[in-house]
C-alpha cells in the first residue's frame, strides 16, 4: 500500500511539473527538436493547427481527416543470444491511422524521408490540400517535428496532436493494435 501510494505521488508530482513547464510556455525551436524527445512540447506550431483531445476525437469521427501515427519503433538488438525469441511491443493506436515509425527525429535519412513522404501521400491519396493529423504519444516531440515537416512537404492543413495516444485513452476512446506501414 505504501509502495502504492508513492507511485501515485510521484505520478502527481510529474504531473504537476508537467503542468507548469507547459503553463510557463515551451518556445517552438526554430528547427526541428533533437532529443529528449520526451519533454514538455510548445502549445503551438507555427503552420500547423494544435487539437485538444475533444476536437481530435471529432475529427475522427468525421471521418475526413488521415491520422498519421509517429511513435518510434525499437529495433530488434543486434546482440540477442542465440534461439532468444524477440517480441515486439504491440502498438496500440487510434483506430484507422497510419504509422509511420522513427519519422520524428531531428535528423532522418534520405531513405526515411522518402518513407514518411510516401505514407503521407498513401493517406492522401497523394493530395497536400487533404488534412493530416500528426501524433505520438503525450509531450512527445517526436509529433511536432513530423507536423513540422509535414508543412514543409507543402501539406495545407495539418493538424498537430500533442496528446497523442496518451491523451486519447485518458479520454476512453477506441485503440486498437496498429502495425507500421512497411518499407519498400
Request: with cysteine.
Amino acid at each position: 500500500m505504501i509502495v502504492r501510494g508513492r507511485a501515485i505521488v510521484a505520478a502527481l508530482t510529474l504531473c504537476a511539473s508537467l503542468a507548469q513547464a507547459q503553463a510557463q510556455g515551451v518556445p517552438e525551436p526554430e528547427g526541428l527538436r533533437g532529443p529528449p524527445y520526451r519533454a514538455a512540447v510548445p502549445a503551438t506550431l507555427s503552420g500547423a493547427t494544435v487539437v485538444d483531445d475533444d476536437a481530435a476525437y471529432k475529427l475522427w469521427q468525421e471521418g475526413e481527416v488521415a491520422f498519421i501515427d509517429v511513435l518510434p519503433r525499437a529495433p530488434k538488438p543486434e546482440n540477442l543470444p542465440k534461439n532468444t525469441i524477440w517480441r515486439e511491443k504491440p502498438r496500440q493506436s487510434i483506430p484507422g491511422a497510419i504509422w509511420l515509425p522513427n519519422t520524428g527525429y531531428e535528423q532522418i535519412a534520405e531513405e526515411t524521408t522518402r518513407y514518411l513522404r510516401r505514407g503521407l501521400e498513401q493517406a492522401t491519396a497523394g493530395d497536400p490540400a487533404h488534412p493530416v493529423l500528426i501524433f505520438c504519444l503525450m509531450d512527445c516531440w517526436m509529433s511536432w517535428n513530423v507536423a513540422k515537416r509535414a508543412i514543409e512537404m507543402g501539406y495545407e492543413t495539418v493538424y498537430w496532436y500533442p496528446d497523442g495516444t496518451d491523451g486519447w485513452d485518458m479520454e476512453d476512446h477506441p485503440l486498437e493494435r496498429l502495425d507500421p506501414l512497411p518499407q519498400d
